[in-house]
Each structure stands twice: as structure tokens, then as C-alpha cells.
């Protein structure tokens, strides 16, 4: 009795399966990529052990309204400084999160750069993220906002401001990234 429960697929509850995704961190060196993924899965700032690794990735558990999702979120290992990132780092992405620095203009033309790359190479399906890091030294800014966001519309990109430092804006960047990859 009750074998019948289980041998059909369609008994499982709907939306009970889980999605995985891998997401991206680009951008150049020191722009604060390892502080948002340490802050994100860990609650850390100014964390250094994760900068000795070869290679990194962090894994995040969500909930989206009863849809789960696995994030592997692959940070650099500081290659970007070497311009050494290629495709293998990137490939099979349901993500990129384009992080910039607002008070270094040069770090937002790189994003521009990673942007035209991920195109060319990905094409439409991987959801972009334009990130403005660093927004607790608004006082600096050198990157303007409407630029940014006129920029990120412009490239089918969405645009968001964080900061690591003050843990400001970055569920809700990674929640709305998963919303978007769930729908792609
Ligand atoms: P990267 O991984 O992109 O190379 P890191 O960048 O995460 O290593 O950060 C580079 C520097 O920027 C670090 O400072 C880090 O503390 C700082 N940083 C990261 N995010 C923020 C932020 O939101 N606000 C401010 N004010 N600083 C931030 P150090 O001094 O350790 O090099
Ligand atoms: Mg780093």
C-alpha cells in the first residue's frame, strides 16, 4: 500500500525541484568583487583568508517563494589584474555580476568591456548585472548615476548600488538575480 504514492513524476509537488545556477563575479582588481560574495554568503567584511586561494567559489542556499535555488558564485582569484580571465571562467554562467568602483570612472569602462565580451561569447541568455560598489564613499563618486543605469538599460543589464563595507544592497541584488534567471 502506497507505493502508488511515488512512481509518478507528476505526484511531486509542483515547484519542489531546485534550480542551480552559476553566477559570475567580474570587474577589475580591488573594485570589492570578494567583499560581496563574502559578505553575501558569509556576513564578513575585511575578511583575507579567501585571497590566498587559487580559485573560489561560494555556495548560497535561497527560498524564492517556495522555489529553491543552489548559487555557485565564482569569484576570481585576482587574475583579472593579469587580464589572465577567459572563457573557462565564464562559460556555462546563468550570471554575471559586472561590479564597478563609483569613485574609479576607468573600473566602470572595464564593465563596459566585460559587458561587449559575455555578449559576443554568451549572447542573451546570461543575465547581466551592472553593480556600483562602494556607495559609502558617495562623497567620491566619480561614475554618475544616470550614465550607469542609462548605460545598463542600453545592454539589456540591470543596475544596482552596494556596499560590502555597509551591507547595503546586496540581497536584494542577488534575490532580484535569481527572480531573473528563474524566469529565463
Ligand atoms: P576585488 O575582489 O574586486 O579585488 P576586494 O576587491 O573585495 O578585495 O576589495 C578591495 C578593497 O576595497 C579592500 O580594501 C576592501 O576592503 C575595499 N572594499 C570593498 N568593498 C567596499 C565597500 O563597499 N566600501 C569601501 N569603502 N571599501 C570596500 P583593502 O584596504 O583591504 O585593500
Ligand atoms: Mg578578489
Redesign the pocket.
Known amino acids: 500500500m502506497g507505493h502508488h504514492h511515488h512512481h509518478h513524476g507528476s505526484l511531486v509537488p509542483r515547484g519542489s525541484r531546485a534550480y542551480s545556477f552559476k553566477v559570475v563575479l567580474l570587474?577589475e582588481?580591488?573594485?570589492?568583487?570578494?567583499?560581496l560574495v563574502l559578505r553575501y554568503c558569509e556576513n564578513k567584511f575585511?575578511d583575507k583568508h579567501i585571497?590566498t586561494l587559487q580559485a573560489s567559489f561560494l555556495t548560497k542556499k535561497l527560498n524564492i517563494g517556495g522555489k529553491r535555488v543552489n548559487l555557485a558564485i565564482w569569484d576570481t582569484a585576482?587574475q583579472e589584474r593579469f587580464h589572465a580571465l577567459g572563457p573557462i571562467y565564464y562559460r556555462d554562467s546563468n550570471g554575471a555580476i559586472l561590479?564597478y568602483d563609483i569613485t574609479d570612472e576607468d573600473s566602470f569602462q572595464k564593465v563596459k568591456n566585460w559587458v561587449k565580451e559575455l555578449r559576443k561569447m554568451l549572447g542573451n541568455e546570461i543575465c547581466l548585472c551592472i553593480v556600483g560598489?562602494?556607495i559609502?564613499?558617495e562623497k567620491e563618486r566619480h561614475v554618475s548615476i544616470q550614465e550607469a543605469e542609462s548605460y545598463a538599460e542600453s545592454v539589456g543589464a540591470k543596475h544596482y548600488h552596494?556596499?560590502?563595507?555597509?551591507n547595503k544592497g546586496i540581497e536584494e541584488l542577488f534575490l532580484d538575480l535569481c527572480k531573473r534567471m528563474i524566469e529565463t
Open positions: 570587474g582588481g580591488c573594485v570589492g568583487k570578494t567583499s575585511n585571497t585576482g561590479v560598489n562602494k559609502d564613499l552596494t556596499s560590502a563595507k555597509q
